[in-house]
């Protein structure tokens, strides 16, 4: 039987769907989760610019049971804020770059890291740091063809980029060899006029492109 690590890293790369959750009211937060949930997403991450974010990582990791929805904790640049998240609950925290002591962290409770990455030094240093996934940050501007030339050289590395992925872009993601796609605003949107169906909608699109890019490889 897989160990809790196992479970939730197979929870970010069988469906390959990271949903980014960055809101400014914390109400708004777990009607996000609510709809991607219903979209089949099993992997959510709440970042620590959410306010009162440990309280909702709490309230979601008891209302969704883990083999379900892997809830993560987003924006983390210290390990101080790491202990929070995985004191809350956060079964996998992500950090727009590297911070060795919050790796250190992590890897001595077995709670993936996915730290931020620009560069194939970047990329490197985080694999030597014990990181399973490397968030390639941001997306927008360093696009699949990062990816794709990234993986030349290492062929081993498990990447997802966040930032600028896309229902349009996101199978050139995949087929430029990203393990999952972290999507923020583009999935979210429809939260800001209170349209949750549509995010529910978008997380099933997603999920669908996803699939299909894998076939394709």
Known sequence: MADAKTQVLSSITESG???VVRTDRSSQASRIVEACAQGGTTA??????VPGAAAIIEELSKRYPAEQ???GAGTVLDPETAR??????????????LNAATARLCN???IPYLPGAGTIREIVEA???GADIVKIFPGETLGPAFVKAARAPLPQAS???????????AAEWIR?????????????????????KSITDLARRFLGVIHEARGAR
């Open 17 to 19: 769907l990271v949903a």
């Open 159 to 169: 990447l997802m980029p966040t930032g600028g992925v896309s229902i349009d872009n």
């Open 69 to 71: 929805i892997a809830v």
């Open 108 to 110: 001595r409770y077995r």
């Open 176 to 196: 430029a060899g990203s393990v999952a796609l972290g999507v923020g605003g583009n999935l979210t949107a429809g939260a800001i006029t209170g349209d949750f």
């Open 127 to 129: 694999m030597e740091s």
């Open 84 to 97: 929070i998240a995985i004191l809350a609950g956060a079964q996998f925290i992500v950090s727009p770059a």
């Open 44 to 49: 959510i991450e709440i970042t620590f610019t």
